[in-house]
């Protein structure tokens, strides 16, 4: 039999399972309350909208376009309507400004490939998205804690890689509503960022998934309205905004794309014709019909929503957590944060929740580029109804008052 130890890539050994993808698993058992899963609420999904979209494409003049090859930038209506909502946010985009991707996974995973070298350096914010993790450890770079509440010279970012023998190649966040702490950059922050971006002259990628999923608070500019205002045009940024529509139409569609100057969107172009081709032509088209007449509607349902859940699991642990838990008050998105006690671990905790509890969420340490954080824990609130949410919360805040005893 063959070793296929012996056959991989050193950069398989990068590659891990998502420990997010496994607890997803748990959905499927009806005693278990998950706060594990950060996925939108199928219930929510305009689904007559989209069974009106594809009969549309399918029985009219664009049915063998739509099962057609196509090009690998994307369906052109589609890109439109993206420069369109790009322009009403500062970003001076055209055409080919925007590349379309199967959601904006692909995207973290096509940058990789772009701009890491084995042993280049990543600057991550410390937590940080697991997916993007996952792209980027492929491509075998180090990683550094960006750090933007801290007072950090650019060049400490510099001095470290080139220690390490290394050099820095771009910054990953989400200015908004962050996997998996919920939380956003204050406008100090952004600029800040920028500033190290510009200082090291390297690029930043802008991990948007979560910006329509406002619930309260005044919407920020992104990172690369501020880069364009900064820099004079799109032409001139280093911004990469990574959008999807995943959290607000349908993740199963796998839908997302790029805005960025022309230079880095023709690479990404290379990029996808050489992994697959390009993302599905009706996925596309039936994206943009339904973008065209019903986003704004479909954001605001979802908000509506998403807010109340929000409420009531901040609600819920401010009743049922004991003393000494804390966490994020976020203004969207999908996830508060959990830090626990120094002496806790919340992996070790996982298994305890879910036998006595039967209650999910997932451990901290895996938001972390060195598997630190063991005291956090993440906590969706996008698939559960108040009351489920008033439930689980009581029941785990029940199993750490008594784990918190025991170590007393």
Not at 13 to 20: P, T
Not at 165 to 177: E, I, M, N, T
Not at 210 to 227: I, N, S, V
Not at 320 to 330: C, E, K, L, N, S
């Amino acid at each position: 039999m063959l070793d296929w130890e012996k056959i991989y890539a050193t950069r398989a050994k990068r590659m891990g399972a998502s420990e997010i993808r496994e607890l997803l698993k748990l959905l499927d058992q009806p005693d278990i309350i998950s706060f594990a899963g950060g996925i939108p609420d199928p219930a929510l999904f305009p689904n007559e909208a989209f069974q009106a979209a594809y009969n549309d494409i399918l029985s009219g003049p664009e049915a063998g376009q739509a099962l057609q090859y196509s090009v690998s930038e994307g369906y052109p209506r589609l890109r439109e309507w993206i420069v369109k909502r790009m322009r009403a946010r500062g970003i001076d985009a055209d055409l080919g400004n925007i590349f379309i991707t199967s959601g904006s996974q692909q995207a973290l995973d096509y940058l990789g490939k772009l701009m890491l070298s084995p042993g280049d350096t990543a600057l991550v914010s410390w937590p940080t998205y697991l997916g993007a993790l996952q792209a980027f450890n492929a491509y075998e770079p180090r990683y550094d804690r960006l750090d933007l509440s801290r007072n950090v010279e650019p060049q400490a970012y510099a001095a470290a890689a080139e220690r390490a023998g290394s050099r820095v190649k771009f910054a990953y966040l989400s200015a908004d509503f962050a996997n998996p702490t919920g939380e956003s950059l204050t406008p100090m922050e952004r600029e800040k960022l920028l500033d190290i971006a510009d200082a090291l002259d390297i690029a930043v990628i802008e991990d948007a998934a979560y910006r329509a999923l406002r619930y309260e608070g005044e919407r920020q500019k992104t990172l690369l309205a501020m880069d364009c205002e900064r820099s004079g045009g799109i032409e001139n940024t280093r911004t990469l905004y990574c959008g999807s529509f995943s959290k607000t139409l349908s993740p199963g569609l796998r839908v997302g794309w790029v805005c960025a100057a022309t230079p880095i969107i023709k690479r990404l172009v290379l990029a996808k014709q050489a992994a697959d081709l390009h993302s599905p032509t009706i996925n596309q088209m039936a994206i943009a019909r339904v973008a065209e007449a019903d986003f704004e509607d479909q954001a605001e349902k979802i908000n509506t929503v998403y807010r109340e859940r929000r409420d009531a699991m901040l609600k819920a642990l401010s009743d049922y957590m004991p003393a000494g838990v804390d966490w994020t008050r976020p203004e969207g998105g999908m996830f508060v944060w959990l830090t626990l006690p120094e002496s806790m671990d919340a992996a070790a905790l996982l298994p305890v929740s879910l036998k006595t509890a039967k209650v999910a969420f997932v451990p901290g340490n895996a938001f972390y580029a060195d598997g630190s954080g063991r005291n956090h824990l993440r906590l969706s609130f996008s698939c559960s109804a108040p009351e489920v949410i008033d439930e689980g919360i009581r029941r785990l805040g029940a199993v750490l008052t008594e784990e918190l005893a025991a170590v007393a």
